[in-house]
């Protein structure tokens, strides 16, 4: 067996510990979903030629490019507005508890936020019912008193167990288990 390869695997891991950062989530809202509109680069070059022939002579060739690259799909004025729409309703989402916890305006790592969600008051959803029940639970209680010969899963009301087990009073001292024998 090679300890080298083995001693030199267990460095390699061990250096790459101290450079490795953990995978955060991040909002996918706020991602730019890879947008780009093109890229523009430079680049130089040179290159050293040498010929064998019965000369011998050396030939030097330098040279700078430009290129510029443009992606395939939407333009590039549509895919930034689309970006721009993604924040703005991550941001309509979100600005309801920004507001609501007035601690945030006082700590200076939240500046940014507090600003952009100053003066957005989201609207409240004022179709709920009152009494705080969903409309699933208001269905199924009509559907209860129209069939009440049925018996529903997850009903509320639950019927007395046939079992003929019972649950000892709560002051109840179980027996200890009896003691092995040990031979």
Same mark, same amino acid.
């Given at each position: 067996?090679?300890?080298?390869?083995?001693?030199?695997?267990?460095?390699?891991f061990t250096i790459l510990a101290f450079f490795v950062e953990p995978a955060y989530p991040r909002n996918e809202y706020l991602n730019e979903y890879g947008v780009r509109c093109g890229e523009m680069e430079i680049s130089t070059e040179r290159r050293d030629t040498d010929y064998n022939y019965s000369d011998?002579?050396?030939?030097?060739?330098?040279?700078?490019?430009?290129?510029?690259r443009k992606y395939l799909g939407t333009d590039c004025k549509t895919s930034k507005e689309n970006v721009a729409i993604k924040q703005q309703?991550?941001?309509?989402?979100?600005?309801?508890?920004?507001?609501?916890?007035?601690?945030?305006?006082?700590?200076?790592?939240?500046?940014l936020l507090v600003s952009k969600c100053r003066g957005v008051n989201p609207a409240r959803d004022n179709t709920r019912p009152n009494d705080s029940k969903s409309l699933w639970d208001d269905m199924k209680d009509d559907y209860k008193k129209e069939n009440p010969e049925l018996n529903l899963m997850?009903? /509320?009301?639950?019927?007395?167990?046939?079992? &003929?087990? @019972?649950?000892?009073? /709560?002051?109840?001292?179980?027996?200890?288990? &009896?003691? @092995?024998?040990?031979?």
């Open positions: 067996m090679n300890y080298y390869f083995t001693g030199l695997l267990i460095l390699a011998g002579s050396t030939n030097e060739q330098q040279g700078i490019r430009f290129t510029y309703l991550e941001l309509m989402k979100m600005c309801g508890r920004v507001n609501a916890n007035p601690s945030l305006a006082n700590n200076s790592n939240f500046n997850g009903d /509320k009301f639950i019927e007395p167990s046939k079992s &003929k087990l @019972k649950i000892p009073p /709560k002051d109840y001292i179980l027996p200890l288990p &009896k003691p @092995k024998n040990e031979d």
